[in-house]
């Protein structure tokens, strides 16, 4: 399988931010770092964690970053690739606004996206009608902060079915690139293969609120994550069939011997 023989490269974010233009580099904040290695890890580097980019182009995200021609100017302008990105396949839910309007609910962010082609990669959601009802679907916090208080930290729970290899991931051949707007300020809110068909993400009864992302749990401590049969997921948070969740290659028992599972 020689287009994933150069996946998973180890440039530092760092480093690559530094050798971006002024006006993108305002667009990842240094507050948001943590953040961004988070996601850099889920989608550049193996193990559970959704879409990956596969492409020897791409060593870290910031290097897709690179590729949308004129981003700067666009993000002054409110022009972005959304239209492009709905040919693709991306439904008309997955987006914000560029510019809000009178009729928009107060507190409602604005975002841009960007479709950045000649990216290879392999996506990571599937709809839960394609899973078997007694799938084991791994229940955690990938990044963020668990306080929905905090908006600009707050990473809802997610769900993930564990299966298979990357091999069997759908291809894609582009990547998206989302700059959101909250409060008058631009950032870039994550960079991954493919259009932005969104995994639920939400909490769960009373007990998400206790699973704690990795840079929130204690170092020396496990990551506290919950393990669930589809068929109870969906009746416990209220999913239907047509909902999309992530994929990930790999076993399970493998992946769940460095958390913690709660009872």
């Avoid at 305002?26 to 596969?54: I, R, W």
């Avoid at 709809?127 to 208080?149: T, Y």
């Avoid at 989302?178 to 870039?188: L, Q």
Wanted: net charge negative; with cysteine; hydrophobic share 35%.
């Amino acid at each position: 399988m020689p287009e994933l023989s150069s996946e998973f490269g180890i440039a530092s974010l760092e480093e690559t931010k530094k050798k971006l233009p002024h006006d993108i580099q305002a667009l990842v904040p240094s507050d948001m770092m943590s953040y961004y290695n988070q996601t850099n890890d889920m989608h550049c580097a193996p193990g559970e964690g959704g879409s990956k980019f596969t492409d020897a182009k791409v060593e870290n995200i910031f290097d897709v970053l690179q590729k949308v021609p004129n981003l700067g100017e666009r993000v002054a302008q409110r022009t972005d690739d959304r239209e492009a990105l709905k040919a693709a396949g991306a439904p008309d839910s997955a987006f914000l606004p560029s510019t809000k309007t009178p009729e928009h609910p107060e507190g409602l962010p604005e975002a841009l996206y960007y479709k950045v082609d000649g990216i290879e990669g392999r996506l990571g959601v599937i709809q839960l009608k394609d899973i078997p009802l007694d799938a084991q679907i791994l229940i955690r916090r990938e990044k963020g902060k668990s306080d929905p208080s905090d908006r600009k930290t707050y990473t809802p729970a997610s769900f993930t079915y564990v299966n298979g290899t990357v091999y069997d991931m759908p291809r894609t051949d582009f990547a998206t690139v989302i700059v959101g707007r909250e409060e008058g300020k631009d950032s870039v809110w994550t960079i991954h293969p493919g259009a932005p068909v969104r995994p639920i993400l939400k909490e769960v009864g009373d007990w998400s609120g206790k699973l704690k992302s990795a840079e929130e749990t204690p170092e020396g401590e496990k990551q506290l994550v919950k393990v669930m049969t589809l068929e109870e997921l969906m009746k416990e948070a209220g999913l239907g069939l047509e909902d999309y969740i992530k994929i990930t290659p790999g076993k399970l028992d493998v992946i769940l011997q460095k958390y913690q599972v709660m009872e």
